[in-house]
Structures are given as structure tokens and as C-alpha cells.
């Protein structure tokens, strides 16, 4: 199973990568056979995103489409999802994400956006024709240093449906 993490953080390799980078190794551990996990920060195409036609940034997308599972994940800016992240997406034609399973991820300092993922995250994600079979899933900033107590319940449920 080839899982990739999208990171859409202008900040790289923060706590919304070991959020994504251990989202994707519950699901490779649920995974029936082999499995690996790529990280794709966002931030490294960050000032090609709007060149349409940019060959790294298309080498991306078509690296993400062709993927069997994308963690696709970002912090929470504003109460949504970050424009990194948007600006990547909107590099897809319609259905671009097709054939893939998806999971929104997001991370955030305030408890009362832990719903973003499914009701901002998850409908960018089901309009690029990607399959969301399960939960999203919210890290508050104080839970990153015990992933396992977070992601460990939501994994129960949400990797049988994502493998
Ligand atoms: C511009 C900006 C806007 C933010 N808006 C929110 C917000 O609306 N809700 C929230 O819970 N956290 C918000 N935060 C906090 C970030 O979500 C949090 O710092 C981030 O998830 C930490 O992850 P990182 O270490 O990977 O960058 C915001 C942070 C920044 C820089």
C-alpha cells in the first residue's frame, strides 16, 4: 500500500507533520500487506504554486494521484484549512483525486475547531473525487506529545475502513 502525507504548513516539519507522518504509519501498520508512507511538504513548491504548468508541482500532483492513501494535512488557519493546501489542490483538474482514499487531518490550538476537518477539509477532498471513508481527525497542539492516546481510538475505526 503506497500512503502519502501532504503537509499544506508554510511552516515544514512542525507538529502537523508528526501528526501526519504517525497518522500515516497507523494506517500502514493496519495495512494487508506492505507498506510505506512518503511525507510531501507543500512549503518546498510553496512559491511555484501558481505557475500553472510549474513541472514540480506537477510531478506532485501526479504523485499524490497516484497514490493509494493520501493523509492529506494542514493546522488549522482561521478556523479552515491553510491556502497552502488549497493552492496545491487547485492544481488538480476535476476528479483529479480519483481512485485515491483520503483522510483530513488538521491540527489546531483551539478546541472549538475540531470539527474542521469534516466540515471544511473533507468536501475539498470528496469535490477532487477522492473516496473519505472515515472520520478526519483534529490534534490539539497540547496532544502532539501522546499521539498514541489520540490516534490510537481514532485508528480503531477509521483504518479497517481505510485499508
Ligand atoms: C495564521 C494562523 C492562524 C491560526 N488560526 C487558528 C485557528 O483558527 N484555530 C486554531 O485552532 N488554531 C489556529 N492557529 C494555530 C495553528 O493551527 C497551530 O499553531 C498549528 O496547528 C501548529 O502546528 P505546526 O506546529 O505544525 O505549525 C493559527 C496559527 C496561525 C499561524
Known sequence: MDIVAVIGNPNPGGRTTR????????IAAGADGEAS???????EVAPHLFEWGNEDVAALTARVTGADVVV???????AT???LLKAFLDNYGNDGLAGCRAVPVMVGAAPNHALAPEVHLRPLLVELGASVPSRGLYVLESQVDDLDAVIGPWAEHA???LT
Open 19 to 26: 501528526v501526519a507522518e504517525a497518522v500515516g504509519a497507523a
Open 37 to 43: 508512507v512518503e511525507t510531501i511538504e507543500l512549503a
Open 81 to 83: 484549512y491553510t491556502g
Open 72 to 78: 492529506a494535512a494542514c493546522p488549522t488557519y482561521k
Open 159 to 161: 483504518v479497517p475502513l
